[in-house]
């Protein structure tokens, strides 16, 4: 099946730095990946929309300046949160979405833990 | 902003009892999909059911789809202590992008 992987799993930082998340699609070309949030027992929010080779359209609310993302190649894309603040801690989920499958499929990663101290 | 909205938030019941989620939307969709995560994990997809189903079913795992009343349930029979996790469902109202619930927080006591 399917498989996306999100790198690093968990990652603690200091307030100031700079945080990079990778997203892959192991097994297949996703021309459409998904960046989500989400606070504890709360709900999945989406942040972005990246689709390979343009920029990544931002939900509402969302600045642009402050989560960069990159899809690079149909397999890969990445988040940075930029400058981080203890705020910024959440659990980061990528989904990806099969480039030869149907539009209405996502293939969600396992999550990236990210704790701003 | 949030479409769906699952009900009840906090469900705990004993192996073997079937298990009951209901998930509410407000605006018309193109299909709803429901989702399992256990704790600090990613989403595992469970079912999807397009506007025009009513039911459908995957093994021990029904969902039913009412457009009338814009809600969906989805039924776990014979639950099992690995059934433990949080639901959501999620609706696409033709952006084919999903948009979550809050979830429903599911225990089984073995």
């Known amino acids: 099946g399917a498989v996306v992987s999100q790198h690093p799993s968990r990652v603690i930082c200091k307030s100031g730095t700079s945080v990079k998340i990778e997203c892959r699609s192991l097994?297949?070309?996703?021309?459409?990946m998904f960046w989500y949030r989400q606070f504890p027992k709360q709900s999945l929010m989406l942040m972005a929309t990246?689709?390979?080779?343009?920029?990544?359209?931002?939900e509402q609310g969302v600045e642009k300046d402050k989560f960069l993302i990159n899809h690079a190649s149909l397999t890969l894309s990445t988040l940075t949160v930029t400058s981080a603040h203890p705020e910024d801690s959440s659990f980061y989920i990528c989904?990806?979405?099969?480039?030869?499958?149907?539009?209405?499929?996502?293939?969600f990663g396992p999550g990236t833990r990210l704790l701003v101290l | 902003s949030q479409q769906g909205e699952e009900d009840p938030q906090a469900l705990s019941i004993q192996e073997g009892e079937n298990a009951t989620m209901n998930c509410s939307y407000k605006?018309?969709?193109?299909?709803l999909q429901w989702y399992r995560q256990n704790s600090g994990r990613g989403l595992v997809h469970l079912i999807l059911?397009?506007?025009?189903?009513r039911e459908k079913h995957s093994g021990r795992l029904r969902v039913t789809l009412d457009t009338s009343k814009k809600s969906s349930s989805l039924l776990i029979t014979a639950s099992r202590a690995a059934d433990t996790a949080s639901y959501f469902c999620?609706?696409?109202?033709?952006?084919?992008?999903?948009?979550f619930g809050r979830g429903t927080s599911l225990i089984v006591h073995p």
């Open positions: 989904s990806a979405r099969d480039k030869a499958g149907g539009l209405e499929t996502q293939y």
């Open positions: 097994d297949f070309q996703a021309t459409t």
């Open positions: 990246s689709n390979e080779g343009s920029k990544a359209t931002y």
């Open positions: 605006t018309s969709i193109n299909n």
């Open positions: 059911i397009r506007s025009n189903e």
């Open positions: 999620a609706t696409d109202r033709g952006s084919y992008i999903p948009t």
